[in-house]
């Protein structure tokens, strides 16, 4: 839907003046973009959406209806993915931390669990001593360098000693299935992709035990407008220059080989990034000792953007539209740092409406309760609206508390 003043006035006059706009019919179709570049080179592949990124339900459904896998990272995202529709197989429960009682629940499921440490290791090996007619699933999270200049806290160490012991515990019990190998890290630069093919598959040969899934976790850009690429100091890949730096990778290692292992990847952002836009009205508009600031109904964590002047646009829809010069946007929290745009230069009024975007990408799911509950969301693809969230009020921040 291309946004207007008439549509954008519709909306605020009927749910308030600051939302989120999604275009769900964008996010199906980066799943299915991103799915067929990586097919194309190596066919054994899917996609397993990163709840954590962005856990909207109508999301999650889509990635479920179009057969890819939902990554979570704690008990209340199985709930969610199993909540939608999710077949427990279809499920793969990465983090640090799990609830062992629902952890148990799961692997009786046919669950699949990314063993993260030693101390999970051995809390699984019990649940199969617990369970010996059951076939628990799980994975190894597996930390090594891929020379990103970045020492993960996550996953374990290949070459020590606890991973030499994770392996034994597995081995030890007939009903424990090392199913997945994983690997994640947090740098986007395609340039360290090829690490983590190379030594994924080089574990492989080394521990010589083939998994029926190797994943390669997510960290992947997305799509973005060019104002934003701009900001960044490396070019931003696009999807097919992801799959040709590692399916090509799988594809020379494993070809004709029948048991070629299912090769999986994590993205979040490079999904969602581009299908979600926030709108807030301007409220204020002041000079601080020579400085021009905008007071916006939003906060940075509407956006979850930092250090980049985000995808802006303008839309007059106050009286007295004025020239500006250098003028920041700030939001509407009491913390000086809440600033969603700096330097901006252009006509703005009192009552405008702010529309930022790019900003699918963990703002829904990170804004936090402070000063004011969150925001509507409203999905306007294929020219439709439909609230899919609706705005957050007093009872839903407070009545967890007794008063």
């Given amino acids: 839907m291309k946004l207007s003043v008439e ?29 067929e570049a990586f097919s194309a080179i190596y066919p054994y592949f899917n996609i397993a959406y990163s709840y954590k990124t962005n856990y909207t339900p109508r999301l999650c459904k889509i990635v479920n209806e179009l057969g ?21 197989q279809k499920i793969i429960w990465n983090g640090p931390i799990k609830n062992p009682m629902k952890m148990e629940e799961f692997l009786r499921q046919g669950g699949t669990v990314n063993i993260d440490s030693l101390e ?30 970045v020492l993960s806290r996550f996953g374990v160490d290949v070459n020590s000693h606890d991973f ?74 696009d999807y097919t220059d ?65 250090g980049v002047n985000p995808p802006l646009e303008i839309f007059s829809m106050g009286a007295g539209q004025q020239k500006y010069q250098d003028i920041d946007f700030v939001g509407f ?4 740092s809440d600033v969603l745009y700096r330097g901006y230069t252009g006509f703005v009024a009192s009552g405008d409406m702010v529309v930022i975007s790019n900003c699918g990408s963990y703002s829904l799911v990170m804004k936090p309760p402070f000063i004011l509950p969150n925001f509507p969301v409203l999905d306007i693809s294929g020219g439709k609206m439909e609230v899919i969230k609706r705005g957050e009020t007093f009872d839903d921040v407070f009545c967890t508390f007794c008063f």
Wanted: net charge positive.
């Fill in 242 to 306: 992801y799959a040709k730096a590692v399916a090509t990778i799988f594809a020379e290692r494993f070809k004709n080989m029948p048991d070629a292992p299912e090769l999986l990847i994590e993205p979040g952002s490079a999904l969602v990034g581009d299908c979600m836009k926030f709108a807030g009205t301007v409220k204020t508009i002041k000079s601080v000792r020579g400085k021009q600031i905008a007071s916006v109904l939003g906060s940075q964590k509407n956006i979850s953007m930092s």
């Fill in 68 to 88: 890819g896998y939902a990554e979570v990272v704690s008990e209340m995202e199985v709930e969610l993915a199993l909540k939608v529709g999710v077949r427990p």
């Fill in 164 to 237: 030499i012991s994770i392996l034994d515990c597995i081995k030890g019990m007939s009903n424990i299935m090392l199913i997945n190998l994983h690997c994640h890290f947090a740098k986007r630069q395609i340039e360290y992709w090829p690490a983590r093919a190379k030594g994924m598959l080089d574990l492989i040969e080394r521990i010589g035990i083939m998994p029926k899934k190797v994943d390669l976790g997510g960290g992947l850009f997305g799509k973005m407008e060019d104002s934003l690429k701009e900001q960044f100091a490396s070019p931003i890949p």
């Fill in 7 to 35: 549509i954008l006035d519709e909306i605020r006059r009927k749910y308030g003046e600051a939302f989120y706009l999604l275009d769900s019919a964008q996010f199906r179709k980066n799943f299915c973009e991103l799915k």
């Fill in 333 to 336: 929290t009491c913390i000086e």
């Fill in 120 to 149: 999970e290791a051995r809390l699984i090996k019990k649940m199969a001593e617990r369970n010996p007619e059951q076939i628990l699933n799980v994975g190894i999270r597996c930390n090594f360098d891929v020379h990103d200049g």
